[in-house]
T-cell receptor, first 116, second 114 residues
Framework: NAGVTQTPKFRILKIGQSMTLQCTQD?????MYWYRQDPGMGLKLIYY???????DKGEVPNGYNVSRSTTEDFPLRLELAAPSQTSVYFC???????????????FGSGTRLTVV | AQSVTQLDSQVPVFEEAPVELRCNYS??????LFWYVQYPNQGLQLLLK??????LVKGINGFEAEFNKSQTSFHLRKPSVHISDTAEYFC????????????FGTGTKLQVIP
């Protein structure tokens, strides 16, 4: 099925470890995003990308890095995991705003990360 | 900068009763407005959207929302809820003049009681 695929679904990290959250989409969307979701806080934008080779910081980028070498893939990297990064991470993609009929975002099913 | 406020963090309602989930936004420019639904352990799904035109927007699963520019609101309604509507609902806004970065509200958990 077309959509946004995130891996892994669950992960437990020790403090100081690193990992990469994978995100891939097959809808040829230009825009991709990483959000974290914490209870009662809604979704906070970590990083976004408007196309291959172009990335920019969102509201809460500290402790994370991203790359966008292809249209399809937008991995999120945690270099030195901290307990404050315990969260559910969502990747999303969309067409650019300028399309006549904006379809909003298509979300992946999330990665639940615990840092202990 | 744009912002979204969902005043109700939780809304309990009996099955087959009507429900309204409130959303207010602030922005200095024109906006697009969305409601998303999140079922347990899943990502968000688009429920409905307002881009322009008629202020009453109908979405999936019998939900509708009304855009009120003077009150800067976009409340979500359903005349008769079902157990399967139990989920978290997020209101979201996009500044129509900028990159498509969505600002989400903090969410409202709808609990349908049998």
């Amino acid at each position: 099925n077309a959509g946004v695929t995130q891996t892994p679904k669950f992960r437990i990290l020790k403090i100081g470890q690193s990992m990469t959250l994978q995100c891939t989409q097959d809808m040829n969307h230009n825009y991709m995003y990483w959000y974290r979701q914490d209870p009662g806080m809604g979704l906070k934008l970590i990083y976004y990308s408007v196309g291959a080779g172009i990335t920019d910081k969102g509201e809460v980028p500290n402790g994370y890095n991203v790359s966008r070498s292809t249209t399809e893939d937008f991995p999120l990297r945690l270099e030195l995991a901290a307990p404050s990064q315990t969260s559910v991470y969502f990747c999303a993609s969309s067409y650019p705003r300028d399309t006549v009929d904006s379809e909003g975002y298509t979300f992946g099913s999330g990665t639940r990360l615990t840092v202990v | 900068a744009q912002s979204v406020t969902q005043l109700d963090s939780q809304v309990p309602v009996f099955e087959e009763a009507p429900v309204e989930l409130r959303c207010n936004y602030s922005s200095s420019v024109s906006v697009y407005l969305f409601w998303y639904v999140q079922y347990p352990n899943q990502g968000l799904q688009l429920l409905l959207k307002y881009l322009s035109g008629s202020t009453l927007v109908k979405g999936i699963n019998g939900f509708e929302a009304e855009f009120n520019k003077s009150q800067t609101s976009f409340h979500l309604r359903k005349p008769s809820v079902h157990i399967s509507d139990t989920a978290e609902y997020f209101c979201a806004v996009i500044d129509s003049g900028g990159y498509q970065k969505v600002t989400f509200g903090t969410g409202t958990k709808l609990q349908v009681i049998p």
